[in-house]
């Protein structure tokens, strides 16, 4: 069988894009493989989402260490246990410290609900209507020492109704999330993404300093 890239997905939450990443695993040819589910919170419903795929999983509860740093020494070494090729953040509620993000750079991978550079942080679909934004939507990105901050790889453009709510906007922000994460966890296991010296390259090509946009 063919290895294919292993991948390991870091938690907090409910884990639908984590759901989207396994469900996009059965598509021909991926070479994209989970070999583990890690949370930080035991009561993750994406744990579920992961035994039920045949999934390893496994808790590190941060408030049984003393302080970030010994936290994010213990998550290295677990992550490390299962030998992955790519890291990939899906909802994982922690502020990673400098030496956790060095050590995986160029194979670590975050999903955030904004057109980044926009509305980096929390409440993002709040913040968006109190704005009066006309345009929403998601990003993936490499992840680097900056909160938010990465080169992007990816973006869906989402249209602001004037009758959003934060809820129904999040909603349509997040079946866009279920599209591109995917996406970038299959190129990146494909080997046609990469962190390069200038930036992400997508097939040897530079992207965009925005990345590549989804089309509507
Ligand atoms: C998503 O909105 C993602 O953009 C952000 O955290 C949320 C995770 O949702 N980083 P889920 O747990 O994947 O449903």
Not at 109 to 124: D, E, M, V
Not at 128 to 148: I, K, N, P, Q, Y
Request: charged share 20%; hydrophobic share 40%; with cysteine.
């Amino acid at each position: 069988m063919n290895p294919g890239c292993k991948v390991v997905v870091l938690i907090s939450g409910s884990g639908s894009n984590l759901q989207a990443l396994i469900d996009s695993m059965g598509r021909e040819n991926n070479p994209a493989r989970i070999a583990a589910v890690i949370s930080n919170r035991a009561e993750a419903f994406g744990l579920q989402r992961a035994s039920q795929a045949g999934i390893a999983t496994r808790v590190l509860d941060h408030r049984q260490f003393d302080g970030r740093e010994a936290f994010d020494a213990a998550l290295v070494d677990l992550i490390d246990g299962f030998d992955p090729q790519l890291v990939i953040l899906a909802g994982f509620m922690r502020i990673l410290s400098s030496h956790f993000v060095k050590h995986y750079a160029g194979r670590l991978l975050n999903i955030h609900p904004s057109l980044l550079p926009k509305f980096k942080g929390l409440h993002t679909h709040q913040r968006v209507l109190e704005a009066g934004e006309r345009e929403h939507g998601c990003s993936v990105h490499f992840v680097t020492e900056e909160l938010d901050g990465g080169p992007l790889v990816l973006q869906a453009i989402v249209p602001v109704r004037k009758d959003d709510t934060p809820e129904k906007l999040a909603q349509r922000v997040h079946t866009q999330e279920h599209l591109i994460y995917p996406l970038a966890m299959r190129w990146f296991a494909e080997g046609r993404l990469q962190l390069g010296q200038t930036g992400v390259e997508l097939d040897g090509q530079p992207l965009p300093a925005n990345g590549q946009q989804l089309p509507n």
